[in-house]
């Protein structure tokens, strides 16, 4: 049987059992994608590489939006939350991971795993929130585009990512008190770049069918149900752009909810192909899967939001601009 989407990276107690009593480990080791030193020191440049470029990208989409008042619309201020998500989510992991990987220090205490997991946890499902509320501002855009200015006014965008940040919120302190419940005993090694969330499960040694069910029903509520707003709300995006006479409105209408349908196959399509899975086939293979939606989603998502967009590279170039003629002055 599939299970929703709804496992994501978690802490982990690892624990010996001695009959009734049990000896709790303080700390844990993260081997990461490769033990051999030559490809750690390949994947440290190539991680580097791409938080970097994650980091400049989103800090870049957010200062655009936030100093030019063109891109003052509903459509750009869910955009530079959603850049200020990705941005936190690759701190919360990468950053960790370039310090395993060139000090060869493993070890990431108990705090440090709780920590990462409700984080990564929580911005998953923001990611996924924010991206169904753009959606909904892209539907009432094209399909009621009279009504765009009051149906999408400040007072309902900041209410729409208030609810957003709350229903992460609570998604991730359920699954993180809920794994502070689970014990592991065994092997502390995980061949993972994280606290993964399944690859732990598969490890308890204590009953785990709490964390089961809540994941199932949670999971397809925090990631089906939007996906399913998204699908119906294109199909009516659809509807109403085939309706539309001329070719060229047609392609003017696209090509407004373009980068945001190719962030969301991105973003779902990463995720599918980590979690939509019987859980018993979950192996080595899956961390570089891992790798490409906590790592490639965010570093690609300034590129695809900019690059076929006039008002986000004239703002940019704006921002560039001014920057260098500060300096000049």
Same mark, same amino acid.
Request: aromatic share 12%.
């Given at each position: 049987?599939?299970?929703?989407?709804?496992?994501?990276?978690?802490?982990?107690? @690892?624990?010996?059992?001695?009959?009734?009593?049990?000896?709790?480990?303080?700390?844990?080791?993260?081997?990461?994608?490769?033990?051999?030193?030559?490809?750690?020191? $390949?994947?440290?440049?190539?991680?580097?590489?791409?938080?970097?470029?994650?980091? @400049?990208?989103?800090?870049?989409?957010?200062?655009? $939006?936030?100093?030019?008042?063109?891109?003052? *619309?509903?459509?750009?201020?869910?955009?530079?939350?959603?850049?200020?998500?990705?941005?936190?989510? /690759?701190?919360?992991?990468?950053?960790?991971?370039?310090?395993?990987?060139?000090?060869?220090?493993?070890?990431?205490?108990?705090?440090?795993?709780?920590?990462?997991?409700?984080?990564?946890?929580?911005?998953?499902?923001?990611?996924?929130? $924010?991206?169904?509320?753009?959606?909904?501002?892209?539907?009432?855009?094209?399909?009621?585009?009279?009504?765009?200015?009051?149906?999408?006014?400040?007072?309902?965008?900041?209410?729409?990512?208030?609810?957003?940040?709350?229903?992460?919120?609570?998604?991730?302190? *359920?699954?993180?008190?809920?794994?502070?419940?689970?014990?592991?005993?065994?092997?502390?090694?995980?061949?993972?770049?994280?606290?993964?969330?399944?690859?732990?499960?598969?490890?308890?040694?204590?009953?785990?069918?709490?964390?089961?069910?809540?994941?199932?029903?949670?999971?397809?509520?925090?990631?089906?149900?939007?996906?399913?707003?998204?699908?119906?709300?294109?199909?009516?995006?659809?509807?109403? $752009?085939?309706?539309?006479?001329?070719?060229?409105?047609?392609?003017?209408?696209?090509?407004?909810?373009?980068?945001?349908?190719?962030? /969301?196959?991105?973003?779902?399509?990463?995720?599918?192909?980590?979690?939509?899975?019987?859980?018993?086939?979950?192996?080595?293979?899956?961390?570089?899967?891992? /790798?490409?939606?906590?790592? /490639?989603?965010?570093?690609?998502?300034?590129?695809?939001?900019?690059?076929?967009?006039?008002?986000?590279?004239?703002?940019?170039?704006?921002?560039?601009?001014?920057?260098?003629?500060?300096?000049?002055?």
């Amino acid at each position: 049987m599939l299970r929703c989407w709804s496992g994501f990276p978690t802490p982990f107690v @690892v624990g010996k059992m001695h009959g009734s009593n049990q000896s709790r480990v303080s700390e844990f080791l993260l081997l990461g994608i490769s033990e051999s030193p030559e490809q750690q020191r $390949i994947l440290f440049w190539m991680f580097l590489s791409m938080y970097m470029v994650t980091v @400049v990208g989103n800090v870049l989409i957010i200062l655009a $939006i936030s100093f030019d008042p063109r891109l003052h *619309t509903p459509m750009y201020f869910f955009l530079a939350n959603l850049s200020f998500t990705d941005l936190f989510f /690759v701190t919360n992991t990468i950053p960790k991971m370039l310090v395993s990987l060139q000090s060869q220090n493993k070890a990431i205490s108990y705090a440090g795993c709780l920590t990462q997991l409700y984080f990564l946890v929580s911005l998953v499902a923001l990611d996924n929130l $924010i991206l169904a509320t753009m959606a909904y501002d892209r539907y009432v855009a094209i399909c009621r585009p009279l009504h765009y200015t009051t149906a999408m006014s400040p007072g309902l965008c900041i209410l729409l990512l208030t609810l957003c940040w709350a229903l992460s919120v609570l998604y991730g302190l *359920t699954h993180t008190l809920l794994m502070t419940r689970v014990t592991f005993c065994g092997s502390r090694k995980i061949h993972y770049i994280f606290c993964e969330m399944y690859v732990l499960l598969r490890l308890a040694c204590s009953n785990t069918q709490v964390n089961h069910m809540v994941l199932i029903a949670t999971g397809c509520f925090i990631f089906l149900t939007p996906l399913g707003f998204m699908i119906m709300s294109y199909v009516r995006i659809v509807r109403t $752009i085939l309706q539309i006479p001329s070719v060229t409105g047609k392609y003017k209408a696209f090509s407004t909810c373009a980068s945001h349908l190719a962030v /969301v196959s991105l973003f779902y399509g990463t995720l599918g192909m980590v979690y939509l899975q019987p859980l018993q086939t979950y192996s080595m293979k899956d961390s570089v899967a891992t /790798v490409m939606y906590a790592v /490639v989603t965010p570093m690609m998502n300034p590129f695809i939001y900019s690059l076929r967009n006039k008002d986000m590279h004239g703002a940019l170039g704006r921002l560039l601009l001014g920057k260098a003629f500060q300096r000049l002055t």
